[in-house]
């Protein structure tokens, strides 16, 4: 929020940072502890800030620094001139390899001039894409700064400070902190920015995704002079607990009024459910268990985009949701925490018609740029015709929001707005996730007599494997069933044998290699495979692997004649086929299994725990199709709607999450571009 006259400036500002390794002189080792509690300062409003922390820290390098003077004026967030507005700041990176630091100072109606230069350097010392950037006052002197996490090839990450001169530019970037190779990795990291210890200078909090289901939550302290003390933990998850960062948005602000910035979240369940969460910050940085509060299961979380901002100037800032809605329109969305510490009273405070804007061509900053004490929305906007233009969003009274405010412009060829990347504390825009691992899937027909249309397209074989690992599959899914008395465990996904050569049985009546009717040697009669054999569970798992594929299996209901029978000698030797291939092969490839008989499901999950193969159980692809397999095959184009809105809740910037489809080939094909 606004820090009025008097104190020292602390931006609230937060963003979404991946990050990657860096330099500098300090060292971090993840899970150190972190400083001691600092002494805490009032603010203008009388309130008393303890110091709060959260997140890893590392040791300063002890280099010497330029030391700022407290300002005496008042400043809004990232005020980079001193003239009590806000503005924005951007890093261009120009197609020559250079990057520059660019200044858009606000005027008085809360529109904004020709972008300055802020600060430049030449090809070849930074890179854009190894950066995370956010804004603050670090050095509490009431001029805004950047700062910005550099990854380096030799797995370091260093952080960066620039501080702000008062003029519109910065000062030549000194470096504070500094996690060796091996310790923090840049992809991991989602930082944001806000004075959360209350000392009137801005802190960097850092979420951290360990990448084995661990996640937790560091604070990075600001000194005197702008650069950044040893980081330290106050908040942690394990897998056990289901958090996942891809399916997290951020957002920080003072949102109780304690003078700490606090962290705001919106989580998205894969059960399509939305939820506001708040962290509150603790004296020294840290911060409090989360506390859930309003929550949809009519929202799509790949739409929605966080901020936060104090848009009524009552002194709390509000956590704000801007929704892109199918049907071409935006809004707005406020939350306020309410006397039990909750987001609620929702609200909406801006509508903006159908085909006004779009959001994808958006890059969003909040800040009180007339200086009114009201905290706005403005944005760089990019135009299909290659336009680049500063539109701003005031607020009233009210705290809602009046219409668009169009100031500043770039001709068509001036500009690349995929090259800008606005820089503040609330909502970095991610990148491109990682591009999910595919795992292909056999279709087949639906409705009566759906076998008489079955092609047999079901990878239950060398030839089936290979063919879905040309299409770009990097696992597959398939079907395991038992022959007589449990006795084999087999390749195949008919509960008898319609599609293979011989004479028709059920597949629990057949001995594997023994009787005239056996079902080992037998061919498909059908399809793409045809010729193909049947193959033993073991056999197959062994073939997946030389294809360096991961697999899915499917035990099919049919099994429980076996898996679930009275006879325990038969019982036995049918587990025994299920789990022990497994057994033998966890170490050395990625298995897992699962089953849709929820009489089968409690006995195969307790035996696979006894196993020690709990891991086999846990982290299945999500499907991704919303189209019925029917042969001939129908159109992919169908599930484009469905697979856009698996990846954009799904796609994780930092993991290749696991995506299971029936068009292997074509959603290979149709996530070109769309992830890296």
């Not at 503005?87 to 250079?98: I, L, N, Q």
């Not at 894409?129 to 950047?146: E, L, Q, S």
């Not at 040309?470 to 022959?483: F, I, K, N, P, Y």
């Amino acid at each position: 929020m606004k820090r009025p006259v008097g104190i020292i400036s602390a931006a609230v500002v937060c963003a979404l940072l991946g990050l990657q390794a860096g330099t500098g002189s300090a060292s971090a080792v993840v899970g150190e502890e972190g400083p001691a509690p600092v002494a805490s300062t009032a603010d203008a409003r009388g309130r008393t800030g303890l110091p709060a922390v959260s997140s890893v820290a590392a040791r300063p390098d002890g280099g010497t620094r330029a030391v700022s003077a407290q300002a005496g004026g008042g400043s809004a967030r990232h005020d980079y001139n001193g003239d009590g507005r806000s503005d924005m700041a951007a890093w261009y990176d120009y197609g020559d390899g250079h990057d520059a630091l660019r200044t858009f100072l606000a005027g008085a109606d809360g529109g904004f001039a020709a972008p300055g230069v802020g600060w430049e350097t030449g090809a070849g010392t930074f890179s854009a894409d190894r950066m995370k950037h956010v804004t603050g006052d670090f050095n509490g002197d009431g001029i805004g700064d950047v700062a910005a996490f550099n990854g380096y090839d030799d797995g370091r990450v260093t952080l960066f400070t620039w501080l702000g001169t008062g003029s519109g530019t910065f000062a030549a970037p000194f470096s504070s902190w500094t996690a060796a190779p091996g310790n923090w990795t840049l992809g991991a990291m989602t930082a944001q920015a806000g004075d959360l210890d209350g000392d009137g200078r801005d802190d960097i909090a850092v979420w951290y995704d360990y990448g084995n289901g661990d996640d937790k939550l560091f604070t990075l302290l600001a000194g005197a002079d702008g650069g950044f003390g040893a980081h330290f933990s106050s908040f942690e998850r394990t897998d056990a607990d289901g958090w996942h960062v891809e399916r997290m948005k951020f957002a920080t602000g003072d949102y109780n009024g304690d003078g700490r910035d606090d962290l705001g979240v919106l989580y998205g369940y894969a059960s399509g459910t939305v939820t506001t969460m708040v962290f509150t910050a603790k004296p020294g940085g840290g911060f409090n268990e989360p506390v859930r509060g309003w929550e949809s299961t009519g929202w799509t979380f790949g739409r929605t985009s966080l901020h936060s901002g104090d848009f009524d100037g009552d002194g709390r800032d509000d956590l704000a949701a801007w929704y892109d809605y199918s049907d071409g329109h935006d809004a707005l969305i406020s939350f306020e925490l309410d006397a039990d510490g909750r987001f609620g009273n929702r609200r909406e405070i801006l509508n903006i018609a159908a085909g006004s804007y779009s959001r994808s061509s958006m890059k969003i900053v909040t800040g009180d740029y007339n200086g009114d004490g009201r905290d706005d929305l403005a944005t760089l906007y990019g135009y299909s015709d290659g336009r680049v233009k500063t539109i701003t969003f005031t607020a009233k009274a009210d705290g809602s929001l009046n219409g668009s405010l169009h100031s500043w412009e770039s001709a068509a060829g001036n500009w690349t707005f995929g090259r800008v990347r606005m820089i503040e504390g609330y909502n970095s825009p991610r990148a491109l996730p990682v591009c999910p691992t595919v795992y292909g899937h056999g279709g087949y027909p639906t409705g009566a007599n759906a076998w008489e249309r079955d092609q047999v397209r079901a990878p239950n074989h060398p030839k089936g494997l290979a063919q879905q690992k040309s299409w770009g599959a990097g696992g597959v899914e398939a079907d395991l069933q038992l022959t007589r008395d449990g006795t084999k465990g087999v390749m195949w996904h008919n509960t008898t044998t319609r599609g293979l050569s011989g004479t028709g049985a059920a597949i629990t009546d057949l001995w594997w290699a023994t009787g005239a009717d056996q079902l080992k040697g037998r061919t498909i009669t059908r399809g793409p495979y045809a010729g193909e054999t049947v193959y033993t569970f073991r056999e197959w798992l062994d073939s997946a692997r030389s294809q360096q594929m991961a697999v899915l299996v499917e035990l099919k209901g049919e099994t429980r004649q076996s898996l679930l029978s009275s006879d325990a000698s038969i019982r036995e030797t049918a587990w025994n086929e299920v789990v022990a291939p497994i057994s033998e092969r966890a170490s050395a490839q990625k298995i897992m299994i699962y089953t849709h008989d929820t009489a089968l499901r409690p006995e195969l999950e307790r035996r696979i725990e006894a196993a020690g193969l709990g891991a086999t159980l846990k982290g299945h692809p999500a499907w991704v199709d919303t189209v019925d397999w029917e042969e001939p095959a129908p159109s992919a184009s169908g599930n484009y709607a469905s697979w856009q809105d698996k990846l954009a809740r799904y796609g994780s910037p930092v993991t290749s999450v696991p995506m299971a489809t029936t068009w292997t080939k074509e959603f290979t094909s149709w996530l070109n571009g769309k992830c890296v």
